[in-house]
């Protein structure tokens, strides 16, 4: 299995036999929240999204990664991090969900900053795109420490979300690449 390490990170690609990580992150009461609504997620949801991410790995050799924090008892799972296509464009759309306890320590934008650029060294993709829900002040916080611009306001799945961008020149030109 393939592996990559930040700093205080260790990545992997999400793969079928991560049901049980990706069950329980996205039953977590904040990823509820912030990402489904407060729906509770079936095992079947999660198998739905594992496929959409083996075929969005198999398609671009980049996409979503389960994100671990090292720690001293060994790798703590504490989210996923990564691109996927959006829609009908050519641009990937960036996302990630991180449990409650792993939120406001820097550890999502160490995983974004990975992931997004290993998905433009591994690719043509001009721009990465994003969509935050109105009231995300975290998810909006950690868009613009990326680099992302809020562009306008656009229709994502059926609701008005909060849209972002950042061209791969833009993206390269920050200090931190």
């Known amino acids: ?49 594992l496929d959409r991410y083996s075929a969005q790995w198999r398609k671009n050799s980049f996409g979503v990664w389960l994100v671990y924090e090292k720690c001293n008892a060994g790798p703590m799972f504490i989210g996923r991090c990564g691109l996927q296509d959006y829609e009908d464009t050519t641009n990937p759309e960036f ?16 995983a974004a ?24 002040a975290r998810a909006d916080r950690a868009a613009k420490k990326l680099g992302l611009r809020y562009i306008d306001d656009r229709l994502y799945y059926g609701k008005l979300y909060r849209y972002y ?11 931190h690449h």
């Open 113 to 136: 900053r990975f992931t997004i650029t290993h998905a433009l060294r591994n690719s043509t993709k001009e721009k990465v795109v994003g969509f935050i829900a109105h009231g995300n």
């Open 1 to 49: 299995m393939i592996t990559r390490q930040t700093e205080r990170l260790i990545l992997t690609p999400i793969q079928r036999g991560h049901e049980a990580e990706l069950f329980k992150l996205h039953n977590d009461p904040l990823v509820q929240k912030a990402i489904f609504k407060d729906v509770p997620q079936t095992t079947e949801d999660v198998h739905e999204w």
């Open 95 to 110: 996302a990630y969900a991180f449990f409650e306890h792993a939120a406001g320590r820097g550890l999502g934008p160490e």
């Open 165 to 175: 961008e950042i061209t791969r020149e833009e993206y390269f030109s920050q200090p």
